[in-house]
């Protein structure tokens, strides 16, 4: 058991209490980084690797046929193990997105490819539930069942808004406990269903969820009706019948009083280590326990914890995840240090025996390496040098390569995008910032302003524009000028470009005849005027 300080290499501003640590194809990713994707990694999912005391992030890239995958805190993270005999992916649910907004998709993570020079490519798939589907929350718990040979998810507990009918304007942005219902869906054909239990007499979130074969443990949480961390334990017993499922739950006696704490399972077998958490809003739970899952049912034994540093044991909060079998990655705010240029301290927690982190050290070698983001001409020294060689001889391939992340090679926000202070009253907060528009979905719609030095980007909601002006003003040939510099009234016509009429010649019929003409002297014109009177 050791705890190491890791010092984060220009990557620190990423990590936010809510994030993800997912493992695909042997490669730990991090997801649900803290603010909106910016174009040096756009799908905001993030290689990471631990060497030498140092953490360091790579982008990620995505299939062209994936679809958008936003941050997401807090979200029920689901892994269909391949210990399990389930291919290995991630099923992702729920969350709070970087503008307090709450997601309902489900969302599938699979591995789609290894380049030669192994770089990881993901696809990202959205999946559509039918029936009584789960609405939007954070803090929920996914697990897979397996019972008569079919496999279902099973989803429990979670947070949200209130009910639409129910929110007042000092209560808009409050957050309830969702109805304590257990939802059941398939993978193959997306149908899901709603069941009520008695023993689920109140909502919880932020618990622990253990699934073994048909059985499902749910483990601590909080209450925010009671505002308390009961110590409770179910067990949630699934049969996949024929017809419909049959879902009955157990109370236990055995269970802890903790909420938030971190998870790390250690192997093939069904055993798991909890490793922080709190056991109430000023205290946290600085002892580990033990899990093991066997036939018999669910055993909790106390674990040595840690030799904690003092910037841990004094903090008031604390966060991570796993980070591998017997891994956790833990971090802690610095709390008020001004000297400190980071946020927050990072520890790497490590429950591996000596031979283990042997190993894992040398699969984790060859499972992070990588060159640069485009595929290269086959055979190029920085791929053929990966062909033959042994995971432990690729470590220090890329040490001078530049596709690790750089916060320092992103704009300023503050001063350049589209949370930049626009005008003396913008009123604008990325943390609090809402849709306003209907054209607005993650960012605020901005408008270019004319005046001044090559001009400068104002918001649309900051310059009182209603939605049908700011259409007609995108759509027509016009030049806008903001409040500051003379507002709406103020507007230019662009001149129409000139465009000369052309010359329509018209067109000559070829080999047009004439009538015939008959010429008549005035003598005989009378002649045959007299006769035909």
């Given at each position: 058991?050791t705890l190491?300080?890791?010092?984060?290499?220009?990557?620190?501003?990423?990590?936010?209490?809510?994030?993800?640590?997912?493992?695909?194809?042997?490669e730990?990713?991090?997801?649900?980084q803290?603010?909106?994707?910016k174009?040096?990694c756009p799908?905001?999912?993030?290689?990471?690797?631990?060497?030498g005391?140092?953490?360091k992030l790579?982008a990620?890239?995505?299939?062209?046929?994936s679809?958008y995958?936003?941050?997401?805190?807090?979200?029920?993270?689901?892994?269909?193990?391949?210990?399990?005999?389930?291919?290995?992916?991630?099923l992702i649910?729920g969350?709070?997105?970087?503008?307090?907004?709450?997601?309902?998709?489900l969302?599938?993570l699979?591995?789609?490819?290894r380049?030669?020079?192994r770089k990881?490519?993901l696809?990202?798939k959205?999946r559509?539930?039918?029936g009584?589907?789960?609405?939007?929350?954070?803090?929920?718990t996914?697990?897979?069942?397996?019972?008569r040979?079919?496999t279902a998810?099973v989803l429990?507990?979670?947070r949200s808004?209130?009910?639409?009918?129910?929110?007042?304007?000092?209560?808009?942005?409050?957050?309830v406990?969702?109805?304590?219902?257990?939802f059941?869906?398939d993978?193959?054909f997306?149908?899901s269903?709603?069941?009520?239990l008695?023993?689920?007499?109140?909502?919880?979130?932020f618990h622990l969820?253990?699934?073994?074969?048909?059985?499902?443990?749910?483990l601590?949480g909080?209450?925010?009706?009671?505002?308390?961390r009961p110590?409770?334990l179910?067990?949630?017993?699934?049969?996949?019948?024929?017809?419909?499922?049959?879902?009955s739950?157990?109370?236990?006696e055995t269970?802890?009083?903790?909420?938030s704490?971190?998870?790390?399972?250690?192997?093939?077998t069904h055993r798991y280590i909890?490793?922080?958490?709190?056991?109430?809003?000023?205290?946290?739970r600085?002892d580990?326990s033990?899990?093991?899952?066997n036939d018999?049912?669910?055993?909790l034994?106390?674990?040595e914890?840690?030799?904690?540093?003092?910037?841990i044991?004094?903090?008031?909060?604390?966060?991570?995840?796993s980070?591998?079998?017997?891994i956790?990655?833990?971090?802690?705010p610095t709390?008020?240090?001004?000297s400190?240029?980071d946020?927050?301290?990072f520890?790497?927690?490590?429950?591996?025996?000596?031979g283990?982190?042997?190993e894992?050290?040398g699969?984790?070698?060859?499972?992070?390496?990588?060159?640069?983001?485009?595929d290269?001409?086959?055979?190029?020294?920085s791929e053929?040098l990966?062909?033959?060689r042994?995971?432990?001889?690729?470590?220090?391939i890329?040490?001078?390569?530049?596709?690790n992340?750089n916060?320092e090679d992103?704009e300023?926000?503050?001063?350049?995008?589209?949370?930049i202070?626009?005008?003396l009253?913008?009123?604008?907060d990325?943390?609090t910032?809402?849709?306003?528009?209907?054209?607005?979905?993650h960012?605020?719609?901005?408008?270019?302003?004319?005046?001044?030095?090559?001009?400068?980007?104002v918001h649309?909601?900051?310059?009182?524009?209603s939605?049908t002006?700011l259409?007609?003003?995108?759509?027509?040939?016009k030049?806008?000028?903001?409040l500051?510099?003379?507002?709406?009234?103020?507007?230019?016509?662009?001149?129409p470009?000139?465009?000369?009429?052309?010359?329509r010649?018209?067109?000559?019929?070829?080999d047009?005849?004439?009538p015939?003409?008959?010429?008549m002297?005035p003598a005989?014109?009378s002649?045959?005027?007299?006769?035909?009177d």
């Amino acid at each position: 058991m050791t705890l190491q300080p890791l010092t984060p290499v220009n990557c620190a501003g990423l990590l936010q209490p809510g994030f993800s640590l997912l493992q695909l194809d042997g490669e730990l990713l991090l997801f649900g980084q803290k603010g909106w994707p910016k174009r040096s990694c756009p799908t905001g999912v993030f290689g990471v690797r631990f060497k030498g005391g140092e953490m360091k992030l790579r982008a990620i890239s995505f299939s062209n046929d994936s679809c958008y995958l936003p941050p997401l805190r807090c979200p029920a993270v689901c892994r269909l193990d391949p210990y399990d005999g389930l291919p290995e992916s991630y099923l992702i649910h729920g969350g709070r997105t970087p503008n307090n907004e709450i997601s309902s998709s489900l969302y599938m993570l699979t591995t789609d490819s290894r380049g030669c020079n192994r770089k990881l490519t993901l696809c990202c798939k959205e999946r559509e539930l039918v029936g009584e589907v789960p609405g939007a929350r954070y803090g929920h718990t996914m697990s897979m069942v397996q019972s008569r040979g079919k496999t279902a998810c099973v989803l429990f507990g979670g947070r949200s808004y209130m009910p639409a009918g129910e929110r007042t304007t000092e209560s808009w942005n409050s957050v309830v406990d969702c109805p304590p219902q257990v939802f059941l869906f398939d993978l193959e054909f997306g149908c899901s269903s709603a069941h009520t239990l008695p023993e689920l007499s109140d909502g919880q979130s932020f618990h622990l969820a253990l699934a073994r074969e048909d059985c499902v443990y749910f483990l601590g949480g909080h209450s925010l009706t009671s505002d308390s961390r009961p110590p409770r334990l179910f067990r949630l017993h699934v049969e996949l019948l024929q017809g419909s499922p049959l879902l009955s739950c157990d109370t236990l006696e055995t269970g802890i009083s903790i909420s938030s704490a971190m998870i790390t399972r250690t192997g093939p077998t069904h055993r798991y280590i909890i490793l922080g958490g709190y056991q109430s809003d000023s205290q946290k739970r600085m002892d580990c326990s033990t899990v093991i899952i066997n036939d018999k049912g669910i055993h909790l034994e106390p674990l040595e914890s840690p030799q904690w540093t003092p910037d841990i044991t004094h903090s008031r909060t604390w966060f991570g995840s796993s980070a591998g079998e017997g891994i956790v990655l833990l971090a802690v705010p610095t709390e008020g240090r001004p000297s400190q240029a980071d946020m927050h301290y990072f520890y790497q927690v490590s429950f591996q025996t000596e031979g283990e982190a042997r190993e894992g050290e040398g699969t984790q070698g060859c499972s992070q390496e990588s060159t640069d983001y485009d595929d290269s001409t086959p055979l190029e020294d920085s791929e053929e040098l990966y062909f033959g060689r042994d995971p432990h001889e690729l470590e220090d391939i890329d040490d001078g390569k530049s596709d690790n992340y750089n916060e320092e090679d992103e704009e300023d926000e503050s001063q350049a995008g589209y949370w930049i202070k626009c005008s003396l009253g913008c009123q604008v907060d990325p943390n609090t910032w809402e849709p306003y528009y209907s054209t607005e979905l993650h960012r605020p719609a901005m408008i270019f302003c004319s005046r001044g030095e090559g001009g400068h980007w104002v918001h649309a909601q900051c310059m009182e524009l209603s939605e049908t002006l700011l259409l007609r003003l995108s759509q027509a040939s016009k030049r806008y000028f903001c409040l500051d510099h003379g507002g709406v009234p103020h507007q230019e016509m662009t001149p129409p470009r000139q465009v000369k009429a052309l010359k329509r010649t018209p067109m000559k019929v070829k080999d047009r005849k004439t009538p015939p003409t008959i010429k008549m002297s005035p003598a005989k014109k009378s002649f045959f005027r007299r006769l035909f009177d």
